[in-house]
């Protein structure tokens, strides 16, 4: 928290400087306006100095200007350039310590789920020791005070194993690869195979690309996203899409991938929308879940800098959608992992006798 | 043509420092009846102690030469990543096979371990049922299904 607040400190500082700078340009130029043929050259040789200044080849270089103001604007300019740096520095400092932090509280995380399951199977153990030895000695009050202390020790474990599950993202992280997505949609939907036929769903799958991600993670986003999907639908005819849009220009920075996964149930309210991806945040109370599956959703998608959200219409249905960078995917190896995908997808049985 | 211990009873040595731990595990033998000896030690050093007869258990027959040995890792005194690593440069203590037995799955842990010689690594499950069914299957495959050296064989 204290790092996130410094970096924003850091990041206000900058901004200052920046409009700082700007107002003292366009004050000086406009009163080196007032003068003439010198003032154009003296201009001139300013535009030159901040053309090196902003290709990074000058820093400290004095102009040479006849005009002082001219030169005045030049020191401000290398001054702030300096300034800027120094923040960047510092900002970079900021973030590289809150990334420490970070991964040292996933640490604590992952060290005290350990030791809250010490206690936890001696409770569970203990509780049946109870019902199994002295079940004949127990009244049915007894008997079901023994119940609900077993369900809720039940209940603490899968906690504590979805708190392990979310810190270990923190802290084991599996290198990048190229991935085809409707490849890991098989798999999910292989997965997933007991719940679709127990609702009857239909599973649309459009064309996905072949993106730069982590695998294990990457399914499991898709196994929350399209099994909350499921098991909150009560539509008589659940359908679940997967889809996706390229934006070549997003307002938000460099090219990416839109995913979405819609389904026709019920919807959430809008005063839910952020609600949904809070650890251990439930809309209903259901006896497996414990909330924690949007919230990995959301850890996997912003660690490289995508963004999650959702768009509901209360009783229609729900989409939730997620950006996927495309940076850093070759076009040369674009075509090769779709290529493959396509044989896993279609042609395994095919191909197997040849191996 | 067997091996002198190649019938229960075994002797297996327990080495947990949690009360409940040790009582659950004890309980877990006693349900699997397979009628093998547990012997409990409560931190690192007291199972060197038991496992080179000397201490409180320099005594004659009050600590058998274990055909298995059961270890968590987080114990008082020595830890059990010492105590493994004494067992396994020792000629005559090598030879017994070593289930690390503990909570944490962590990597690091599962690695450090086995560097130093573990014959297997097995995370405690929460579940009453679960211990049970570990229980059931360490003595399974250690005592039933593997062969093990036999127990008076001191050459190195």
Redo the contacts between chains.
């Keep these: 928290m204290g790092q996130a607040l410094t970096s924003e400190v850091v990041m206000h500082a900058v901004f200052m400087d920046l409009i700082l700078g700007v107002v003292v340009v366009i004050a000086a130029l406009g009163a080196s306006f007032l003068a003439s043929a010198p003032v154009r050259d003296s201009l001139k040789e300013l535009l030159g100095f901040v053309k090196r200044v902003d290709a990074g080849e000058s820093r400290g270089e004095e102009l040479e200007s006849d005009l002082a103001e001219v030169n005045d604007v030049g020191r401000l300019l290398s001054d702030l350039v300096k300034r800027v740096e120094e923040a960047q520095v510092k900002l970079a400092r900021a973030q590289k310590q809150l990334k420490a932090t970070q991964k040292e509280m996933d640490e604590h995380t992952y060290v005290i789920s350990h030791d809250l399951k010490e206690p936890l199977r001696g409770i569970e153990a203990f509780s049946k020791f109870l019902v199994d030895d002295y079940r004949d000695k127990l009244d049915e009050e007894g008997r079901h005070c023994v119940d609900v202390i077993r369900n809720a020790a039940l209940r603490m474990q899968r906690l504590i194993s979805d708190l392990l599950k979310f810190s270990r993202l923190g802290h084991q992280r599996n290198p990048f690869e190229t991935v085809g997505l409707n490849t890991m949609l098989i798999h999910v939907r292989v997965n997933l195979q007991y719940a679709i036929d127990a609702k009857k769903v239909d599973l649309r799958v459009d064309k996905l690309p072949t993106v730069l991600c982590d695998a294990t993670a990457m399914t499991g986003v898709f196994h929350n996203l399209i099994s909350n999907a499921i098991k909150y639908n009560e539509n008589p005819h659940p359908v679940v899409e997967i889809g996706c849009e390229e934006k070549e220009n997003p307002p938000t920075g460099p090219a990416e991938y839109v995913v979405h996964v819609r389904d026709n149930g019920a919807g959430i309210e809008p005063e839910y929308f952020e609600k949904i991806f809070q650890i251990f945040q439930r809309l209903q109370r259901d006896d497996e879940g414990t909330g924690i599956g949007l919230t990995i959703v959301k850890r996997v998608i912003e660690w490289p800098g995508g963004r999650v959200w959702v768009e509901s219409e209360f009783g229609k249905g729900t989409t939730f959608y997620f950006t996927l960078p495309k940076r850093g995917l070759k076009e040369t190896q674009t075509a090769t992992a779709m290529d493959a995908s396509k044989t896993t997808a279609n042609g395994r049985a095919e191909l197997a006798p040849t191996v | 043509m067997d091996a002198p211990n190649s019938h229960p009873p075994f002797d297996i040595l327990l080495v947990e420092d949690?009360p409940?731990?040790v009582?659950?595990t004890i309980?877990a033998f006693r349900r699997s009846r397979k009628g093998n000896h547990v012997f409990v030690c409560h931190d690192g050093e007291e199972a060197l102690d038991f496992l080179f007869q000397r201490g409180q258990y320099s005594k004659p027959g009050t600590a058998p030469r274990p055909d298995l040995i059961l270890l968590d890792l987080n114990l008082p005194k020595k830890n059990g990543v010492e105590v493994l690593e004494q067992v396994k440069t020792d000629l005559r203590m090598k030879g017994i096979p070593v289930v690390v037995l503990t909570?944490?799955d962590?990597?690091e842990d599962v690695a450090r371990c086995y560097k130093v010689g573990a014959n297997s690594y097995l995370t405690?499950?929460?579940?009453?049922?679960d211990?049970l069914k570990l229980v059931e299957d360490i003595q399974q495959y250690w005592l039933q299904i593997s062969k093990l050296p036999p127990k008076n064989n001191t050459a190195p």
């Design positions: 949690n409940a731990d009582e659950i309980e909570t944490s962590r990597e405690k499950p929460v579940q009453f049922d211990c």
